[in-house]
């Protein structure tokens, strides 16, 4: 690297003092990016990402047009799971659609081990070539095996879970089998990324917040305990849900140095349920930045004024960067947050 | 009436003491029972809310299944919107579908004030019958406008309601005469109900979730707090809401003499969130109900162990009864909840 890197993301994860509160967000590179729509085309997104040169344009190009703090490996949740051989595919505005949706225990066979070198190599080439041509540091990213298990057992996007739901609480031996296998995959396909070159990981539990805090408490946290004792990478990560405001405290148990948290919970709040010793990263309603920019400039500064210049917060929206955001939107957004945070 | 009247739920919706917990379900009267499809056959939703014979019949079935202490009468909350002839329809297994979303305050027009008397005379209709042959007390419901508005902005069910938030956000001018449209409908339309006999009233504020607090209490507060300040009709008020864990306390001072709560939030949390002066209805995952009766038995309990006894506690899903759910699922957890809550 000839270029000096921007540690002020990693300095916030480890909750060390910054010069400006650091700036990403969640599908940046994304399709609200037509330098995206163009280069991506027709393709699949699981397609593209198995392609590292695509990958690695598609990182870059929200850096080319901001500057925010951090890059993301472009790549999806589903990737490990339709790299050992389940037949997923991205439905353009829905989500991960699985053909034939696990329903006993003879699915578990279809759960083969990660072998990252040999599965999914490209998401680790695309790692090693963006490592060369970043100035800010890099974050690799996995699904939760629970949000993973909502795509294998309700077949795709699903408003209540319901089928999950009724599987883990069923028939607890097929669940602890379908955790323990997922669980493993998260390990392996992090520590691969980390190998290769990721600085930071974000584990993603999307739709955990489905959950009431018992069935957390019993059906996930013991696995997501598990994933971060088992991440002794040296690298921060980041522990990330929606909807999850009754969960935090249990999800900090679970671990993670820095918890993502949705808009649902003001900052502050949310920081104090899950204490000052961990970072948190939020906490943006992605629908704000379809608005005019006096309404993202007023929510945002909400935001940072209930960060408090404390150290340890990593500004982001609460979910993705929705498709219908004007980029020059967001743009703006990392120039305020920078401005506003400067050190004096 | 000549049978004695069950006055359990409104003695528990006033916070009194109660011989045993009252129960009722959310959508109590829907597709999970198997006479309910039976007798709605292929009408869609809104044309079988207008024909009070059926709206009496539907509304008894689950009585004739399940001691109950609550019924509410058939009916959908879009059915105002239809009848003031806004073009709607309820897609199966969806949820209802506006023909030409609002999008700009032209649209405004489309709402000419209700006239309970002339427009929903099958749901006033209806009511007077019910009342003659309930011996449980009788619920008339209405939408919220915050809900009622994501379906007529966003047009149908939305995961992220974002032209909803957008335009809320962005035309607050429109906002505001749309909030007062839906607000006197509201108005209108519960006052009619409890004149024609409603002895309570649910307020479904079911999509308020998706909202930031600061949103909550600039956009929907205000409106809110004018609909139960306006409903001095003498019946208990219940304010609903899902995925509402930090907005609680606001939806509190909005009012509402008893307020739901979905399972995200634990009961014991949510009631100290609102405080004792209210009732608390909750709040049991509905899908919890599709598993086998052990899991159904042990999280019905702890829901029982968190409302402690304490007067005020009306016992209910979270959300609506799923279609899936087995009816007498629903049978022995009304018995589970009196037996164990029966005063000694």
């Not at 598609?58 to 589903?78: E, G, H, K």
């Not at 690799?140 to 699903?158: E, H, M, N, R, V």
């Not at 290769?196 to 739709?207: I, K, L, N, P």
Request: glycine share 8%; net charge negative.
């Amino acid at each position: 690297m000839l270029r000096p890197v921007n540690d002020r993301f990693l300095r916030a994860c480890r909750a060390e003092p910054v010069d400006r509160t650091p700036v990403w967000f969640m599908r940046q590179a994304g399709r609200y990016l037509p330098e995206y729509r163009a280069l991506r085309g027709d393709r699949e997104v699981l397609e593209t990402c198995r392609d590292p040169g695509t990958v690695v344009e598609l990182t870059l190009q929200p850096l080319q047009r901001m500057d925010v703090d951090a890059a993301i490996v472009f790549s999806d949740i589903m990737v490990p799971l339709a790299a050992v051989g389940v037949d997923v595919r991205i439905e353009p505005g829905a989500g991960p659609v699985v053909a034939e949706p696990f329903r006993s225990a003879a699915d578990l066979a279809r759960l083969r081990p990660l072998e990252p070198e040999a599965d999914v190599p490209y998401v680790l080439e695309a790692i090693r070539l963006l490592r060369k041509e970043l100035d800010v540091p890099l974050i690799g990213f996995a699904g939760a095996p629970f949000t993973l298990a909502c795509y294998l057992i309700d077949g795709g996007p699903s408003r209540n879970h319901e089928r999950t739901k009724t599987l883990m609480r069923a028939d607890p031996e097929m669940w602890e089998r379908l955790m323990r296998a997922l669980t493993n995959m998260v390990l392996d396909h992090l520590a691969a990324q980390v190998h290769a070159g990721a600085q930071a990981v974000q584990v993603f539990d999307s739709w955990v917040g489905a959950l009431d805090p018992d069935d957390y408490a019993h059906f996930v946290l013991p696995w997501m305990r598990e994933i971060f004792a088992g991440l002794e990478l040296g690298v921060p990560v980041i522990h990330f849900g929606v909807g999850t405001g009754d969960l935090l405290d249990l999800m900090r148990d679970a671990g993670g140095d820095v918890m993502g948290v949705d808009w649902r919970t003001p900052l502050h709040l949310a920081w104090e349920r899950v204490g000052f010793a961990v970072g948190i990263q939020g906490n943006l309603d992605p629908t704000a930045c379809l608005g005019p920019w006096d309404v993202v400039e007023h929510k945002a500064l909400a935001v940072l004024r209930r960060a408090a210049g404390r150290p340890g917060h990593v500004f982001n929206l609460g979910h993705g960067v929705l498709p219908d955001t004007d980029p020059d939107t967001l743009r703006r957004l990392v120039d305020l947050v920078h401005e506003r945070t400067a050190a004096p």
